[in-house]
């Protein structure tokens, strides 16, 4: 007995040993780097491009075309009523005579986010989520969807705390992600990871990105099928010069039969930058067709 007692004591003082200083290590880098790709929902897919047909070509010509005339984005949209607001506007958005409004009050890191929506009924405050900024509130049905963003750039022992936390509350693992209010009603619930939203015309998809915290340089692109909520990634790839998400874009076409991605990027794969894209990194102009699921690349004159 005493013997078996004295094996038991050395297989823990082992495990001790060996485990211990892995678990400190592990818990410093999270506290000091954050979190990784923890929750992110991003995904490695490199892309299988096919050859489009003249008429895809011709899709995808007329989307760029309509882009180049309308650069920008909906908060530079000038609607009604939105002269009477409070404080600075920040973002408009509009879908089939529905306005949303996003404005701040104050000054440096203490600005105060407002949110203002009008169905057609007048105007009216929506409550936002007080832990959380919200960017890029939208109508999408009979809801407003929002990115949410909580940074993991906070104190270590926050960051560590709220690392721990998310074990039990997976919606605390993401550093922005896609919450919705139904009927605008100011009661907030988390949808998915994700940002940067473009909600096709016909409101039955949208497009999206993932990536790890502090937005490391490496996206996957997502297909939302908004009835579903599935979110499946069509597409990986690599910012391009540290432009962040701006090195590239998404525009979808009016019938909501496919949507476009141009810009540059410095390669698909996630574990070597600029594999093959020298200083300018690779011009991309691609389309996604929804009907057969597939990627087409248009090349640079397409």
């Known amino acids: 007995m005493q013997e078996r007692q004295r094996s038991r004591r050395w297989m823990y003082a ?90 701040e009050e104050g000054g440096g890191e203490h600005d105060r986010q407002r949110l203002f929506a009008d169905s057609g009924n007048g105007l009216r405050e929506i409550e936002l989520p007080g832990s959380l900024i919200v960017s890029r509130p939208q109508w999408l049905g009979s809801r407003i969807v929002a990115e949410c ?40 619930h988390y949808l998915m990871p994700g940002h940067t939203l473009r909600v096709a015309p016909d409101g039955k998809h949208a497009s999206l990105l993932r990536s790890g915290a502090l937005l490391a340089g490496y996206y996957s692109i997502h297909l939302w099928e908004v009835e579903s909520g599935i979110a499946p990634a069509i597409l990986s790839l690599r910012e391009h010069a540290d432009m962040g998400s701006q090195s590239f874009s998404f525009h979808w076409a009016e019938d909501s039969s496919a949507f476009q991605i141009l810009g540059r990027t410095d390669g698909f794969d996630r574990r070597s930058s600029q594999r093959g894209a020298g200083p300018d990194g690779i011009t991309i102009n691609l389309l996604y067709v929804l009907e057969d699921r597939k990627l087409y690349d248009l090349g640079p004159g397409g």
């Open 14 to 103: 082992v495990l001790t040993a060996v485990l211990f200083p892995v678990v400190v290590f592990h818990a410093t880098c999270i506290a000091v780097m954050g979190p990784g790709t923890w929750g992110s929902g991003m995904e490695e897919i490199l892309p299988e491009f096919h050859k489009p047909t003249p008429d895809l070509r011709q899709l995808g010509l007329a989307l760029r075309a309509a882009n180049a005339a309308t650069p920008g984005g909906s908060n530079e949209v000038t609607a009604p009523g939105q002269a009477g607001l409070p404080g600075r506007l920040r973002w408009t958005s509009e879908d089939g005579g529905r306005w949303a409004y996003l404005t």
């Open 149 to 188: 963003w909580n940074p993991w750039a906070i104190p270590p022992t926050r960051k560590l705390a709220r690392y721990l936390a998310s074990w039990a509350d997976p919606t605390r693992r993401p550093e922005v992600a896609i919450y919705e209010s139904e009927d605008a009603s100011g009661d907030w």
